[in-house]
């Protein structure tokens, strides 16, 4: 499945509260359009619309596995309504996305509108007649929905391809831990005192450790600043002595100062976070000046179609195979 873009997103929640969403008060109403599920400044997103991604994610997160995963019960937290969730997000990211990049004065090549036409010619051509009466659209429907979605990858491709993607291995450096912390000052000196007599490390955490786990590997962040400043400059098989932070004690013994494997892959953490933090200064300054609206009536009252005839799932897979170089 197709790899999503990390960037900042319209939250759900603020559409169903009525909350604030930066200076603009998310209204909850059946003020716009019988046929459009929400609005974001001057764009509408059609039910139309929202079906198409509505019935391609109920087929790619309904099944996993070989397993037809709405044979089971979720209780509370549905996996229609985790669907729903899925797509709401993804629809209004997409929107947002797409006013960001009209801010920009950018728009879709012609080009690119001939890759997005083809994409639109295959996963039209792929629906059953049941699939097309359901979501009632025609191919220059599914068009219009491609370039909304290609003009989101452009767009975030565009600000964050200046992203600085060197990344050190000190910066990125992954090390292997084993760690006691304690919340009281008697504890701590109690595990100080053992730790002098040179008792085996694992076994004083086993007594005192009060976090879930004492075996764990860590990143820059991932640790109190206090702690991490010691842990980082620790030699394979050397124990801190106590390091004190506002709740409580830590005492960290050094495995593996650099595993070289899980240190590589976080390299890739970094420049995606980068990128996001990058497109988030542009995009959220945008949304902060928005008004937007969520016609719920309308969402409430599409309906997944579990009969088993509705099987769509290829609409992102197609996309990429035409547009993944947009």
């Known amino acids: 499945m197709k ?5 900042a997103a319209l939250c ?3 559409f169903l509260t009525g909350c604030q969403f930066g200076n603009s008060h998310i209204i909850v109403s059946g003020t716009i359009g019988s046929k459009q599920v929400f609005k974001i400044g001057k764009f509408s997103c059609d039910v139309k ?18 397993i037809d995963l709405w044979e089971h019960d979720f209780g509370e937290d549905s996996l229609e309504q985790y669907v729903r969730n899925v797509t709401l997000e993804e629809l209004t990211r997409i929107y947002g996305m797409d006013l960001l990049a ?15 036409k083809n994409a639109a010619g295959e996963y039209f051509a792929s629906l059953s007649e049941a699939e097309c009466e359901y979501l009632e659209v025609s191919e220059s429907d599914i068009a219009v929905y491609y370039e909304h979605y290609a003009l989101a990858q452009k767009i975030y491709h565009f600000l964050t391809e200046s992203v600085n993607e060197e990344v050190s291995d000190d910066e990125a450096r992954v ?3 084993q760690q006691i912390y304690v919340t009281s000052s008697a504890k701590a000196d109690e595990v100080s005192e053992r730790l002098r007599n040179k008792e085996d490390f694992a ?10 786990t004492i075996q764990v590997t860590v990143s820059r962040d991932d640790l109190p600043t206090e702690v991490e ?5 620790l030699d394979n098989n050397e124990i801190s002595g106590r390091i004190g932070t506002e709740n409580g004690y830590y005492f960290i013994k050094c495995l593996n100062k650099y595993n070289e494997e899980l240190t590589e892959a976080n390299k890739s953490n970094i420049v995606e976070k980068r990128e996001k933090e990058a497109f988030d200064d542009a995009y959220n300054a945008l949304m902060s000046t928005l008004s937007s609206s969520f016609n719920q009536d309308v969402w409430e009252a599409v309906e997944l179609d579990l009969g088993g005839e509705i099987k769509t799932d290829s609409f992102f897979d197609v996309f990429d195979r035409h547009c993944g170089e947009i």
């Open 3 to 7: 790899k999503k873009i990390a960037v």
């Open 12 to 14: 759900l929640m603020l």
């Open 49 to 66: 619309e929202a079906k198409v991604y509505l019935a391609n994610y109920q087929n790619i997160y309904g099944v996993a596995y070989g």
């Open 102 to 116: 009209e801010s920009q004065e950018m728009t879709l090549t012609e080009e690119e509108r001939g890759k997005v």
């Open 175 to 177: 090390m292997e831990l």
């Open 203 to 212: 076994a004083i955490a086993n007594n005192y450790n009060e976090l879930p």
């Open 229 to 233: 400043e010691v842990a980082f400059q």
